[in-house]
């Protein structure tokens, strides 16, 4: 009985033991599977401590593609011509090695556009010109094609480059053609020299000025409140803008003075500091152009860094259909672009343009800029001179058949703070006798208005109650004198 007894503990404890190394075996197998996996798949991306701000705002990832899409459909106004060419290989295992067996080459076939040269050639997209115009053709030189002109498409052509192989990023057919011509004008006998452009219109709509208007529409996507032409403000109205800008300012700061942030968080914060202290100085100091208001061309970038090209400032005319627009330079875009006005021309040309929609997309808008021109200090624009110095410049580039628009000032005019009331002057009188009647003051004879109602009379010989009067919005109040 013992010896069963013991024969069938020591079978159990094999077993028992059999089981547990069983187990371990699994159990290791398992794990050596998992790493492989894991392996296959690469290393682990680190987890990075998540950014509470961002300087660059990431743009929005467009949605998976599903389905079946034409590629041609994908660029705007890109024609892609598509085509497999499939030859003989080696063995699957091999050329699923190799990156050159399957391979798609981009070529980006474009035409560099001619300028035009002559009065002819210009008339032919904008009929109009030669008539408002008439003596232009006088004040085309010879070779009047500007060396911009080139350099203007080979940017474009250089922007083509970088992002080849970011098909979403490339320019359109549209932005890419986007300039008929950049001339060079010159009047032979009063000099007058002139840079003649033909484009497109796009809309500018920047801008800010608490001094004319405090509140700003500030709703389109790329707005900012800045323009390249601006001046030292002449009220203490703060601008709206400020609020926000130092807001954001502090908050960098206050993350820049943490611990532990990354090399490329640690610049990019440094980069967002200087740039936010910069505009809260602006907006302190200067007040801009307003696109809803004032008439401004915007410069190409390109044109800012050419010798004789336009500045800031400078005076220009903007010629569509049978009106001639006069405006200011009043800010520099993008080097690769053309043609952009405030949404106040644009709205002129055409009352539906929007910030996202412009007057005009064919190239028959004329710019002509007159160098050299700018009136300084800057100041508010004030659009009685604006038109007066363009008409001047158009005369001496030879004259225009119409006279140059009329621009009405939207800026509401400020109401001026009236004078307040001296208070009557009391004069003493001698105790009446008991038949005469106590004489009072006189009462100042004072016009009611909405801002100082007359005071009711008394009879007391007391002074009139202190009135304060309803400031205009767009005008600081000035301190109530003391008495």
């Known amino acids: 009985?013992?010896?069963?007894?013991?024969?069938?503990?020591?079978?159990?404890?094999?077993?028992?033991?059999?089981?547990l190394f069983g187990a371990i075996v699994v159990r290791w197998i398992s794990l050596e599977?998992?790493?492989?996996?894991?392996?296959?798949?690469?290393?682990?991306?680190?987890?990075?401590?998540?950014?509470?701000?961002e300087i660059i705002p990431t743009p929005t990832r467009p949605p998976v593609i599903g389905g079946k899409l034409d590629t041609a459909k994908l660029w705007s106004g890109i024609t892609v011509h598509a085509e497999v060419n499939p030859t003989p290989g080696g063995a699957a295992s091999v050329e699923r090695l190799d990156p050159q067996s399957y391979v798609v080459d981009l070529q980006l076939k474009v035409r560099v556009?001619?300028?035009?040269?002559?009065?002819?050639?210009?008339?032919?997209?904008?009929?109009?010109?030669?008539?408002?115009?008439?003596n232009l053709a006088a004040a085309i030189p010879p070779d009047p094609v500007s060396p911009l002109f080139q350099q203007l498409y080979d940017l474009k052509i250089q922007s083509l480059r970088e992002n080849l192989v970011r098909l979403d990023q490339l320019l359109s057919r549209h932005n890419f053609y986007d300039c008929q011509t950049i001339l060079r004008l010159r009047h032979p006998e009063t000099k007058r020299e002139a840079i003649l452009l033909q484009a497109e219109m796009d809309v500018d709509a920047d801008g800010s000025d608490a001094d004319r208007i405090p509140l700003i529409d500030d709703s389109?996507?790329?707005?900012?409140?800045?323009?390249?032409?601006?001046?030292?403000?002449?009220?203490?109205q703060p601008s709206p803008f400020l609020p926000a800008a130092e807001a954001k300012l502090r908050r960098y700061e206050a993350e820049f003075a943490q611990k532990g942030l990354t090399m490329e968080r640690n610049r990019d914060l440094r980069i967002g500091i200087q740039r936010m202290k910069a505009e809260v100085d602006s907006l302190k100091r200067f007040s801009f152009l307003i696109a809803s208001t004032d008439p401004y061309i915007v410069l190409p970038g390109i044109f800012s860094r050419a010798k004789d090209a336009?500045?800031?400032?400078?005076?220009?005319?903007v010629v569509y259909g049978n009106e001639m627009y006069p405006a200011l330079v009043g800010d520099v875009g993008p080097r690769e672009k053309v043609g952009e006005a405030s949404l106040r021309i644009a709205k002129e040309i055409n009352s539906q343009s929007t910030p996202y929609s412009r007057p005009v997309s064919d190239l028959k808008v004329t710019y002509l800029i007159f160098p050299?021109?700018?009136?300084?200090?800057?100041?508010?624009?004030?659009?009685?001179?604006?038109?007066?110095?363009?008409?001047?410049?158009?005369?001496?580039?030879?004259?225009?058949?119409?006279?140059?628009?009329?621009?009405?000032?939207?800026?509401?005019?400020?109401?001026p703070t009236p004078s307040p009331t001296p208070s009557p002057i009391v004069t003493p009188t001698?105790?009446?006798?008991?038949?005469?009647?106590?004489?009072?003051?006189?009462?100042?004879?004072?016009?009611p208005t909405?801002?100082?109602?007359?005071?009711?009379?008394?009879?007391?010989?007391?002074?009139?109650?202190s009135l304060i009067p309803t400031a205009s919005p767009l005008v600081t109040p000035s301190p109530t004198p003391s008495s």
């Open 1 to 19: 009985m013992r010896k069963f007894r013991l024969r069938t503990l020591r079978w159990l404890a094999l077993l028992l033991f059999l089981g």
């Open 430 to 447: 001698l105790t009446p006798m008991p038949n005469e009647s106590p004489t009072s003051s006189p009462i100042p004879e004072v016009s």
């Open 450 to 465: 909405f801002a100082f109602p007359t005071p009711a009379e008394s009879p007391s010989a007391s002074a009139s109650p």
């Open 33 to 53: 599977r998992l790493r492989l996996g894991l392996e296959r798949l690469g290393p682990l991306p680190r987890p990075t401590p998540s950014a509470t701000l």
């Open 310 to 317: 336009g500045k800031v400032g400078d005076y220009a005319v």
């Open 113 to 134: 556009p001619t300028p035009n040269r002559t009065v002819e050639e210009l008339a032919e997209v904008t009929p109009e010109l030669p008539k408002l115009l008439p």
């Open 372 to 415: 050299d021109t700018a009136d300084t200090p800057f100041g508010p624009p004030d659009l009685e001179k604006i038109r007066a110095r363009c008409e001047k410049l158009v005369q001496d580039l030879g004259g225009s058949s119409v006279p140059l628009y009329h621009w009405k000032d939207l800026i509401p005019t400020p109401t």
């Open 220 to 236: 389109s996507a790329n707005f900012q409140p800045f323009t390249s032409y601006r001046w030292k403000k002449k009220t203490s």
